[in-house]
């Protein structure tokens, strides 16, 4: 590596390209992992999971209003339909108990209390019925009740967890447009065949600039020999870095 020092204190012209070029990768390569970090934040955020188990509770909430009500329209029809088979069966009734007066025959009135007494099973059998619908209908019509005490604060839950998790998508969508701003900034110095090869090797490996730490390269996290080490800075102090030969990564000397 070369010392800037003396170019800086005399104003000539430009730091040594090689620096001057590693620097300006790893600024790019740490505005891009700052990109890539927030987001993977903005998908993992908790207050996502938070407004997912909110909406969920809303959407059995509903389900069960649902239900509930038509369990209600259902239990209405049966009373109703219960009522009105009654009150056909009763004037049945009352036009065979007239019959009963004017017959004669023992045979004929046989009939007819055999008649009236079926009559009077099935009037029986559907005030079981009607009486069972009313019951579950008081019971339901109290859920009913219960459960829509419950909305307001379930839906206003709701609310806040989706208002929360659009207060955290704005900031980091803030930091991340700052961050646009700031990656054309650093490509702007940048020869365009250098960054298409950034380009390459990160859409590869992800990150795409590492730093060689003694023999390791800090990306791949594999030793250099030392032929190959030798190799890397003469590469370097020409071009400003070089490949890490194992995983390909630019590597800064
Ligand atoms: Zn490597």
Do not use: F
């Not at 800086?8 to 590693?22: F, Q, R, W």
């Not at 259902?74 to 088979?85: K, P, R």
């Not at 219960?146 to 803030?174: F, K």
């Not at 490996?205 to 020999?225: I, M, N, Q, T, Y």
Request: charged share 30%.
């Amino acid at each position: 590596m070369t010392d800037d020092a003396d170019t800086a204190e005399n104003a000539e012209p430009a730091a040594p390209a090689d620096v001057s070029l590693a620097s300006q990768l790893l600024t790019l390569q740490r505005i891009d992992t700052e990109a890539d970090q927030l987001a993977v934040r903005r998908k993992r955020l908790p207050e996502r999971d938070d407004l997912a188990t909110r909406t969920d509770q809303m959407t059995a909430w509903e389900k069960r209003r649902t239900q509930l009500v038509q369990r209600l329209a259902e239990l209405a029809t049966v009373i109703e339909s219960a009522e009105a088979a009654n009150a056909e069966l009763t004037s049945h009734r009352q036009r065979l108990e007239a019959q009963m007066k004017t017959v004669i025959a023992p045979r004929e009135a046989e009939a007819l209390m055999h008649e009236i007494e079926t009559i009077n099973v099935k009037r029986d059998e559907l005030d079981d019925k009607e009486l069972a619908a009313l019951e579950e209908q008081a019971a339901l019509d109290d859920d009913l009740t219960a459960h829509l005490g419950t909305e307001e604060s379930l839906r206003t839950a709701l609310r806040s967890s989706d208002e929360a998790l659009a207060r955290v998508c704005d900031d980091i969508d803030a930091e991340l447009a700052g961050l646009v701003d700031q990656r054309i900034a650093a490509l702007e110095p940048l020869d365009s065949n250098v960054t298409s090869h950034y380009d390459a090797v990160r859409s590869a490996v992800g990150v795409a600039v590492a730093e060689l730490k003694g023999h390791r390269c800090e990306g791949c996290h594999l030793d250099l020999s030392a032929a190959e080490v030798d190799t890397a800075k003469e590469e370097a102090a020409e071009s400003g870095y070089t490949d890490c030969p194992q995983c390909g990564r630019l590597l800064i000397v």
